[in-house]
T-cell receptor, first 116, second 112 residues
Framework: DSGVTQTPKHLITATGQRVTLRCSPRSGDLSVYWYQQSLDQGLQFLIQYYNGEERAKGNILERFSAQQFPDLHSELNLSSLELGDSALYFC???????????????FGEGSRLTVL | EDQVTQSPEALRLQEGESSSLNCSYTVSGLRGLFWYRQDPGKGPEFLFTLYSAGEEKEKERLKATLTKKESFLHITAPKPEDSATYLCAVSLTQGGSEKLVFGKGTKLTVNP
């Protein structure tokens, strides 16, 4: 158990819909990362938040947005869903030391999104 | 463009048959290289961090090494429970922020 909690574990929805994925980081971790994993693309970095503020951005579509709340949990919002958005979405957390990412991320078990 | 390439994509071994997985990278501003293990339906689990060429780390039957262009994950006398996908990632600085870029992984199957 990594200590990172993601909900829901599975989600099935239709094209054009909007969903919200939730992540609770490990106790004490200030950084939250979102990754998308599909069979053909591997693990793709979407976005990182540190203590409520956006820290780094990856290949996140404009239809996707995220935020980190004062209690440090994070939500990833996916809107106008397309078939190609079907994937595993992982949240990870870490402790930033001296402003550097040690690369030791603790991943949740993921939310599997299926868009029909 | 920064890139992380892992080979082979898949590897089947017999129990006790040692082998190596490769991770090559072409990045500027490398801050570190990391190995993760991912079991089916689970999130990746951190294994090792390597920061400089020549560095080695060991954990049970796994040993990770790093050169200036690539890293190897050596698996000695593997057991079926070592079956998993092994992911390599590099930490790099881009546009003033730091991010972790993953390879697509090597799926290892160890047969009893």
């Amino acid at each position: 158990d990594s200590g990172v909690t993601q909900t829901p574990k599975h989600l099935i929805t239709a094209t054009g819909q909007r969903v919200t994925l939730r992540c609770s980081p490990r106790s004490g971790d200030l950084s939250v990362y979102w990754y998308q994993q599909s069979l053909d693309q591997g693990l793709q970095f979407l976005i990182q938040y540190y203590n409520g503020e956006e820290r780094a951005k990856g290949n996140i579509l404009e239809r996707f947005s995220a935020q980190q709340f004062p209690d440090l949990h994070s939500e990833l919002n996916l809107s106008s869903l397309e078939l190609g958005d079907s994937a595993l979405y992982f949240c990870a957390s870490s402790v930033l030391s001296g402003g550097l990412n040690t690369g030791e991320l603790f991943f949740g078990e993921g939310s599997r999104l299926t868009v029909l | 463009e920064d890139q992380v390439t892992q080979s082979p994509e898949a590897l089947r071994l017999q129990e006790g048959e040692s082998s190596s997985l490769n991770c090559s990278y072409t990045v500027s501003g490398l801050r570190g290289l990391f190995w993760y293990r991912q079991d089916p339906g689970k999130g990746p689990e951190f294994l090792f961090t390597l920061y400089s060429a020549g560095e080695e780390k060991e954990k049970e039957r796994l040993k990770a090494t790093l050169t200036k262009k690539e890293s190897f994950l050596h698996i000695t006398a593997p057991k079926p429970e070592d079956s998993a996908t092994y992911l390599c990632a590099v930490s790099l600085t881009q546009g003033g922020s730091e991010k972790l870029v993953f390879g697509k992984g090597t799926k290892l199957t160890v047969n009893p």
